[in-house]
């Protein structure tokens, strides 16, 4: 199946410093990336969508100023944690569908911890 | 609001017995469904999909659909240790959408 890659794996920073996340379709080219949040022991809750070259949409009560997207490229999608607080602590997961492919692939994930 | 529920569990079976895992939707229209594996700290696997009514087999793990009672369910036969994970129920209401997510039920498997 097709590879998404997602680094950093484990992140631990101080409260009020920024976190970048990235994700890279290593095998074929991510028209749309999905970014996803999931607390222990809860679902998967989507973030954002964001599509080559335009900006992300975000979901409702997803911050846009605070969990900045960015998909310059087919196989790049990048996510910041602004100004990371405790409440941010979380497992980060993007996903990437290929533009023929209704399947998406998830990357393995960021686990955040903000002290 | 588009939702997708399951029973968190855990179920537990014994080595070798088939696990049912079920799972419901909220969404009349949705159109494809998905069944997904989480090992705990990781990023979920995809098992298998499925679009139409009826049974889809692939190896030990079965999907059911019935978009009437907006149900679909997963089996798992011959069950083992190593399928002891959280199981993700994922609908995809149109084409293009991301996916909706339950929040998972957890399956514990007996030696």
């Known amino acids: 199946g097709a590879v998404v890659s997602q680094h950093p794996s484990r992140v631990i920073c101080k409260s009020g410093t920024s976190v970048k996340i990235e994700c890279r379709s290593l095998d074929f080219q991510a028209t749309t990336m999905f970014w996803y949040r999931q607390f222990p022991k809860q679902s998967l809750m989507l973030m954002a969508t964001s599509n080559e070259g335009s900006k992300a949409t975000y979901e409702q009560g997803v911050e846009k100023d605070k969990f900045l997207i960015n998909h310059a490229s087919l196989t790049l999608s990048t996510l910041t944690v602004t100004s990371a607080h405790p409440e941010d602590s979380s497992f980060y997961i993007c996903?990437?569908?290929?533009?023929?492919?209704?399947?998406?692939?998830f990357g393995s994930g960021t686990q955040l911890s903000v002290l | 609001q588009k939702e997708v529920e399951q029973n968190s569990g855990p179920l537990s079976v014994p080595e070798g017995a088939i696990a049912s895992l079920n799972c419901t939707y909220s969404?009349?229209?949705?159109?494809?469904f998905f069944w997904y594996r989480q090992y705990s700290g990781k990023s979920p696997e995809l098992i298998m999909f499925?679009?139409?009514?009826g049974d889809k087999e692939d190896g030990r793990f079965t999907a059911q659909l019935n978009k009437a009672s907006q149900y679909v369910s997963l089996l798992i036969r011959d069950s083992q240790p190593s399928d002891s994970a959280t199981y993700l129920c994922a609908v995809k209401v149109k084409a293009g959408t991301a996916l909706i997510f339950g929040k998972g039920t957890t399956l514990s498997v007996s030696s």
């Open positions: 969404d009349r229209g949705s159109q494809s």
């Open positions: 499925i679009y139409s009514n």
């Open positions: 996903s990437a569908r290929g533009d023929r492919n209704e399947k998406l692939f």
